[in-house]
């Protein structure tokens, strides 16, 4: 920290810890008139107080954590630390700039308090730091106006790719292909380093394709999302001057959502973690390719200042790489961790919480925490059988007619009206089951809408104009170059293409380079050379001929997208379209684009220069690059780098559809969970191991927390698979529920059962299932040796009762398989 900065520090810290005799439970050293802590309960109070060294929030769902954060922040610099040392990220766009709102509001108007502050996503801050060190840190092939490829574009690269090796897409899905390479990326495990431990013919072709691909990102200036973690985490890693450079700057460390942070975002937290000035022991023991003197110090100065704010119980994300240990043995990393658990929820009604709890307690890969509220009353938790996926939707439609007349008997006698539409939520396990959901909402005249929040840059004509804005940031992007260069059609096929590529290949250029000296290419017409010199002007004349400041673009971001659109031909070419056909569609194509120069123009008035987390002197520019272009890249990361959560709009009066992952951090006041039966929710391969059934059971407890004040839980008989209709099994969650406040109905008889027997499945089915999966369970008891017609000889390693009593085999060939055993066609051996 600076001089100044520590003489602030030292007068804000004597002021803050020698304010008088604090009050009874209240964290010595603060004032509870204070406006920043006066509503705030004690946990909250001593988690935003507790300034110095390493903590670990445990926030239970609806406990307030973005308040903690965002006072956290507010205490600090309130208190003499200097924003520009305090470094919060988290995963969000939406969240990170919710965050900052927050602490502008607490703060006052004048943004000078919180000048240099950064609140930004582990993706766009590792973007920010390697386009300041690229060139420093000498990473291979890597310039500072690199581009970030969106999943489209990795993926039309990857087919490139295949081919290119002369292997077959069908053989080797690129989309496969790209798994296990991002697999590979959260590892810290790059291609060289993936191509030295394969040892299979598998793991030798990926290895073949990672390498293969990984050139064509960087002959191309660019690098993909989980490039933007691994090179960073790699380039802190080895350059001790560069870490040492983030560490003096960042002194404080803030992390949301900890429970979802994969291994090379653990990797990334440890390296920027700041404390004393053995620091670097404490952070770098046990990292990857770092072998630390000293040993990492447990307590006193030189403990970092680093809190995580997170919850076990919603980790959510083990599928696309996120560990949960990384939370878990948190106080492992940090031996002086101080944890403090907020386990009061302000969100839910005492119903929902039971039963949200009683079914988390049956994980055991957590750290339990109290889930209570001080709310009073609120309606049972309804579990409600239906006969198809299609009476299930008729039955979410009528409970959400039934809402929004007049509210529950419950609701009107606390003076409560009816929910608007916007109030509502249907969530399930996958995007298949919206379908019929949707159908029935549109029969009825429920306006919905679908929470998929990157639909919109997924578009053709969206995409179309954000490649010719990413040929305009980096000339060095072939494949922006290739979707535009005849888009609309110019005069340059693929023949001519096919000319230039070779000449860039030959020439070691690049493919617009190529295009720059195209009088110097063989084999081209006349009428093709003349397209292609327009080409270049067009884009020159948008870049100043590569110096990015022409004359003409008057240094607006806003301009300067409205004439790409316009001037790259895509406005007369929906234009022409809508008026041929006439179409509602096309006439959307066009408003698209114009919605994408306003995200541009809403972007611009927007953007902080002074928030850039590169920017370590507020006063002077780190580069020479334009501002202009600055801005344009800063627009294409917010864009690339979108998520779900983004694109959801709680004003809209629509009933929200959505996945139970992208309902993470929402909260809605009723909320329809559908589709819980065995194969969806748990899904199909939670059968694989005891962790991943312990994640599908924290997703459902994600999905019953959103609720605020109603939640319905559905399942259905019978669904129809590939034209087919399937008998289901219920959930076993439904059997992990609060006896006490839930309500079980069947659409069948539409009688109400009472007697919950704390087994709602049970109650629906009746008593003689359960006699007879329970003998069954008798048959096949612990240790007992079996045989299966498909699995073999197997033996048995547990056995549950219940409704659809299972048994978990392990059978000598194919490993340990989870079998209901109503329908497992077991035989005892022995």
């Given at each position: 920290m600076a001089e100044d900065g520590f003489e602030a520090f030292e007068a804000a810290l004597d002021e803050v810890v020698n304010p008088g005799k604090p009050e009874p439970g209240e964290p010595e050293g603060t004032d509870a008139s204070d406006p920043l802590l006066a509503d705030l309960t004690d946990p909250q109070r001593e988690a935003v107080t507790h300034t110095e060294g390493p903590l670990l929030v445990l926030a239970a769902a609806g406990s307030g954590k973005t308040r903690v954060i965002t006072r956290r922040i507010a205490y600090l610099v309130r208190n003499g630390i200097p924003p520009w040392s305090i470094l919060a990220l988290t995963f969000t766009n939406k969240a990170a700039g919710e965050m900052r709102e927050r602490v502008l509001g607490m703060l006052g108007d004048d943004p000078s308090p919180t000048r240099g502050l950064t609140v930004t996503t582990f993706h766009s801050l590792c973007a920010r730091l390697l386009r300041r060190y690229a060139e420093q840190a000498e990473l291979p092939g890597l310039k500072?106006?690199?581009?970030?490829?969106?999943?489209?574009?990795?993926?039309?690269?990857?087919?490139?790719?295949?081919?290119?090796?002369?292997?077959?897409?069908?053989?080797?899905?690129?989309?496969?292909?790209?798994?296990?390479?991002?697999?590979?990326?959260?590892?810290?495990?790059?291609?060289?380093?993936?191509?030295?431990?394969?040892?299979?013919?598998?793991?030798?072709?990926?290895?073949?394709?990672?390498?293969?691909?990984?050139?064509?990102?960087?002959?191309?200036?660019?690098?993909?999302?989980?490039?933007?973690?691994?090179?960073?985490?790699?380039?802190?890693?080895?350059?001790?001057?560069?870490?040492?450079?983030?560490?003096?700057?960042?002194?404080?460390?803030?992390?949301?959502?900890?429970?979802?942070?994969?291994?090379?975002?653990?990797?990334?937290?440890?390296?920027?973690?700041?404390?004393?000035?053995?620091?670097?022991?404490?952070?770098?023991?046990?990292?990857?390719?770092?072998?630390?003197?000293?040993?990492?110090?447990?307590?006193?100065?030189?403990?970092?200042?680093?809190?995580?704010?997170?919850?076990?119980?919603?980790?959510?994300?083990?599928?696309?790489?996120?560990?949960?240990?990384?939370?878990?043995?948190?106080?492992?990393?940090?031996?002086?961790?101080?944890?403090?658990?907020?386990?009061?929820?302000?969100?839910?009604?005492?119903?929902?919480?039971?039963?949200?709890?009683?079914?988390?307690?049956?994980?055991?890969?957590?750290?339990?925490?109290?889930?209570?509220?001080?709310?009073?009353?609120?309606?049972?938790?309804?579990?409600?059988r239906c006969g198809t996926e299609h009476d299930e939707a008729r039955a979410v439609v009528e409970w959400f007619e039934s809402l929004g007349e007049d509210g529950s008997p419950a609701d009107r006698e606390g003076g409560l009206k009816g929910l608007a539409w916007r109030d509502m939520a249907v969530f399930y396990r996958t995007n298949a089951l919206s379908r019929v959901m949707e159908d029935e909402l549109r029969s009825a005249g429920i306006p919905y809408v679908i929470a998929r929040g990157t639909a919109f840059y997924e578009r053709e004509e969206v995409r179309h104009a954000l490649a010719y804005l990413r040929l305009v940031a980096n000339s060095a992007d072939d494949v922006s170059l290739l979707r535009v260069i005849n888009t609309p059609a110019r005069g340059i096929g693929k023949t001519t293409v096919a000319h230039l590529q070779a000449f860039a290949s030959a020439n070691s250029i690049t493919l617009f380079e190529a295009m720059r000296r195209v009088s110097d290419v063989d084999g081209l017409s006349a009428r093709a050379v003349n397209a292609v010199t327009r080409f270049v002007e067009m884009v020159d004349r948008w870049t100043g001929a590569g110096k990015f400041m022409g004359g003409e673009v008057a240094g607006s971001l806003g301009e300067l997208g409205e004439r790409v659109v316009r001037e790259s031909g895509l406005e007369a070419m929906y234009k022409k379209q809508a008026e041929t056909s006439g179409s509602e569609a096309d006439e959307e194509r066009l408003e698209n684009l114009d919605e994408v120069v306003s995200s541009v123009a809403q972007f611009e008035s927007e953007y902080a220069p002074d928030a850039d987390p590169a920017q370590f002197d507020?006063?002077?520019?780190?580069?020479?690059?334009?501002?202009?272009?600055?801005?344009?890249?800063?627009?294409?990361?917010?864009?690339?780098?979108?998520?779900?959560?983004?694109?959801?709009?709680?004003?809209?009066?629509?009933?929200?559809?959505?996945?139970?992952?992208a309902a993470k951090g929402l909260e809605f006041p009723a909320v329809a969970m559908i589709g819980l039966e065995e194969g969806l929710l748990p899904h199909a391969r939670s059968n694989q191991s005891d962790e991943m059934l312990e994640e599908e059971r924290r997703l459902c407890f994600v999905g019953i927390t959103r609720a605020m004040?109603?939640?319905?839980?559905?399942?259905?008989?019978?669904?129809?698979?590939?034209?087919?209709?399937?008998?289901?099994?219920?959930?076993?969650?439904?059997?992990?529920?609060?006896?006490?406040?839930?309500?079980?109905?069947?659409?069948?008889?539409?009688?109400?059962?009472?007697?919950?027997?704390?087994?709602?499945?049970?109650?629906?089915?009746?008593?003689?299932?359960?006699?007879?999966?329970?003998?069954?369970?008798?048959?096949?008891?612990?240790?007992?040796?079996?045989?299966?017609?498909?699995?073999?000889?197997?033996?048995?390693?547990?056995?549950?009762?219940?409704r659809y009593a299972r048994a978990r085999v392990r059978f000598r060939d194919v490993g340990e398989k989870t079998l209901i055993l109503e329908y497992a066609r077991l035989t005892r051996v022995n």
């Open positions: 500072p106006n690199f581009t970030i490829y969106p999943a489209a574009d990795q993926l039309a690269l990857m087919k490139r790719v295949v081919r290119d090796a002369q292997l077959s897409t069908s053989n080797w899905s690129p989309r496969s292909v790209l798994a296990a390479i991002s697999n590979a990326k959260n590892e810290l495990i790059d291609a060289e380093r993936f191509a030295a431990d394969a040892s299979d013919f598998y793991s030798k072709t990926i290895a073949k394709l990672y390498t293969g691909y990984t050139r064509a990102l960087r002959s191309a200036g660019a690098v993909d999302f989980d490039d933007l973690l691994l090179l960073a985490a790699a380039m802190l890693r080895d350059r001790p001057a560069i870490r040492a450079e983030c560490l003096g700057r960042w002194q404080y460390l803030l992390i949301d959502e900890y429970q979802d942070t994969n291994h090379v975002q653990f990797v990334i937290a440890s390296l920027l973690a700041s404390g004393g000035q053995s620091r670097e022991s404490n952070l770098l023991a046990g990292l990857p390719g770092v072998e630390p003197d000293d040993e990492p110090p447990a307590s006193g100065e030189d403990a970092p200042n680093i809190c995580v704010v997170g919850d076990p119980d919603q980790a959510i994300y083990g599928w696309r790489g996120a560990d949960i240990t990384n939370i878990l043995e948190f106080e492992e990393r940090f031996p002086s961790t101080r944890v403090i658990a907020l386990g009061q929820n302000f969100r839910s009604t005492t119903p929902i919480l039971a039963n949200a709890d009683t079914l988390i307690r049956h994980n055991k890969r957590r750290k339990h925490k109290p889930l209570f509220t001080e709310r009073e009353g609120g309606e049972d938790v309804e579990v409600l507020a006063q002077a520019p780190i580069t020479d690059t334009p501002p202009l272009l600055s801005m344009l890249r800063a627009y294409l990361e917010s864009v690339a780098l979108v998520s779900d959560a983004d694109a959801i709009d709680p004003t809209q009066g629509a009933v929200t559809l959505m996945t139970l992952h004040r109603r939640l319905t839980i559905t399942s259905a008989r019978y669904r129809t698979h590939r034209g087919m209709p399937e008998r289901t099994i219920a959930s076993r969650f439904l059997e992990e529920l609060d006896a006490d406040h839930t309500r079980v109905r069947d659409r069948d008889d539409e009688q109400m059962i009472d007697d919950f027997d704390a087994t709602p499945t049970a109650a629906i089915g009746g008593s003689p299932m359960d006699r007879q999966t329970n003998d069954l369970a008798a048959q096949f008891p612990e240790g007992a040796t079996v045989r299966h017609p498909q699995f073999g000889v197997g033996t048995v390693v547990t056995v549950s009762r219940g």
